[in-house]
């Protein structure tokens, strides 16, 4: 195993999101990470980066979309990424501007941005 040092675990967000055995590896092989935070600390950030990684939405396939007219992200579409709900009159899914397209991947909507009063 090579040594990983509290240096390497400044990863850039990017590269850290994408290599997801480098951090799994970087947190539990640390001794500094294991020694200043113990083996139950390490293992509770284990599970807390889990969790925050399947509250991210991923790209699904379009078989399993939802078919309750609610808008969803879609790809590829004639216009790359776009917007679509399912129309059960055409069969399809349908864009704004009512455009059938066939994609082949879907995701949920993000939440709208909070609004302060």
């Known amino acids: 195993m090579r040594k990983i040092t509290i240096e390497k675990l400044a990863v850039p967000a990017a590269r850290a999101y994408d290599d997801d055995e480098l951090v799994r590896e970087a947190i539990l092989a640390s001794e500094e990470v294991q020694a200043s935070f113990g083996w139950t600390s390490a293992q509770r950030l284990l599970a807390t980066i889990d969790a925050l990684r399947a509250a ?57 941005p909070e609004v302060k009063a």
Request: some cysteine; overall charge neutral.
């Open 56 to 112: 991210i939405p991923t790209w699904q396939p379009i078989e399993t979309a939802p078919k309750t007219g609610a808008v969803i992200l879609v790809w590829p579409t004639r216009a790359g990424l776009d917007v679509a709900r399912w129309s059960s009159e055409a069969n399809a899914f349908i864009t704004p501007d009512t455009h059938a397209v066939c994609p082949t991947r879907w995701m949920p909507l993000p939440a709208p």
